[in-house]
C-alpha cells in the first residue's frame, strides 16, 4: 500500500473499527478515527504509540450532516485529503414486525441514520476529494446476511430493519463501483458473520461469549487484515465475505453476475 495515505474510519471506539484503525495505522496510512464514544481517543492513543503513524480521534456522529461535515473538513485541515473511507460505524436493535407504528418509525431512524444516511453522507463528502487525489477506496461494512447462506440464523425476523439496511448498502456498493470507476475510486463491501465485539458480547448475559461460540468467532485483527488485502487487491464492486469457523482470506475476484449476490 502507498505511504501517506489518509483515511477515515467511523465507528472506530472499539471492536471491529478499532480492528480497521489498527491495520491501517500498522500499514503507514494516517487515520481519522471517530466515534460517538469519546473511548475514540484512548484508542486512538493507543494505536499511535504502537505504530508511530498519526491517528486522530474525534467525537462525532456519522448519522449527523454537521458532524459529517466537520469530520471530513477536518481530514482536510490535518491531511490534506481523504484516499479510504471505511464506513464502519453501524446501529442495531430488535424491531419486531408487530411494534407500534410509532416505535416503528423512531427505530427507522435509529437504524437507517446510521447505517445508511450515514454512509451516503460521508461517502458524498469524499468522492470528490479522492477524485481529486486521482482516486480511492470506499468500503461499507456489512454482513453476511447478504450473501448465500452457509447455515442457519441469517436475516433473523426481529431485526428487520437491520437486515434490511444492509440488503440497501449493496445499492450503494454496486451503483457507486460502476459510476465511480472513471475517477478510479474503487467500491466493496465487507460482509462478515459473528466477530469478537462489545457489540456481539451485548447479546449475551454478563457480555460472555457462549463456549463454542467463543471458540470459533472471528477477532478484529482479521478483519482488519482482509481489509488491508482487500485494498491492495484494487479490485471494485464486490462484497467479500468471512464466516465463523472459516478461513478469513480474500477470494479470487467473483464474476460479474456474482459480485454482490455471492
Not at 481530514?75 to 410509532?102: K, M, Q, Y
Not at 468522492?127 to 482516486?135: E, N, S
Not at 459510476?179 to 458480547?201: E, F, Q, S
Not at 484494487?234 to 478461513?247: D, F, H, K, L, M
Request: with cysteine.
Amino acid at each position: 500500500m502507498p505511504e501517506e495515505r489518509v483515511a477515515i474510519v467511523s465507528g472506530a471506539a472499539q471492536g471491529l473499527g478499532a480492528g480497521f484503525t489498527r491495520a491501517l495505522s500498522a500499514q503507514g496510512v494516517r487515520v481519522l478515527a471517530f466515534d460517538r464514544q469519546d473511548a475514540v481517543e484512548a484508542m486512538a492513543a493507543e494505536v499511535q504509540a504502537d505504530t508511530g503513524v498519526q491517528v486522530l480521534p474525534m467525537v462525532a456522529d456519522a448519522a449527523q450532516r454537521a458532524d459529517c461535515e466537520r469530520v471530513v473538513q477536518t481530514a482536510v485541515d490535518t491531511f490534506g485529503g481523504v484516499d479510504i473511507l471505511v464506513n464502519n460505524a453501524g446501529t442495531w436493535r430488535r424491531t419486531p414486525v408487530d411494534s407500534s407504528f410509532e416505535q416503528a418509525v423512531e427505530d427507522w431512524h435509529y437504524i437507517m441514520d446510521t447505517n445508511l444516511l450515514g454512509v451516503l453522507m460521508l461517502s458524498r463528502l469524499c468522492v470528490p476529494l479522492m477524485r481529486a487525489r486521482g482516486g480511492g477506496d470506499i468500503v461499507n461494512i456489512s454482513t453476511y446476511y447478504v450473501l448465500p447462506a452457509r447455515g442457519d440464523g441469517t436475516n433473523q425476523p426481529e431485526t428487520d430493519l437491520y437486515n434490511a439496511s444492509k440488503w440497501a448498502l449493496n445499492g450503494f456498493t454496486d451503483a457507486w463501483s460502476k459510476a465511480l470507476a472513471d475517477d478510479h475510486i474503487r467500491v466493496n463491501g465487507l460482509c462478515m458473520g459473528a466477530v469478537d465485539t462489545p457489540m456481539l458480547r451485548g447479546f449475551f448475559p454478563g457480555g460472555k461469549l457462549p463456549e463454542d461460540l467463543g471458540a470459533s468467532v472471528m477477532q478484529p485483527a482479521q478483519l482488519g487484515q482482509l481489509l488491508i488485502d482487500l485494498l491492495n487487491d484494487g479490485r471494485s464492486g464486490e462484497n467479500i465475505g468471512a464466516w465463523v469457523g472459516e478461513p478469513v482470506v480474500l477470494p479470487e475476484p467473483a464474476a460479474a453476475h456474482r459480485r454482490i449476490s455471492g
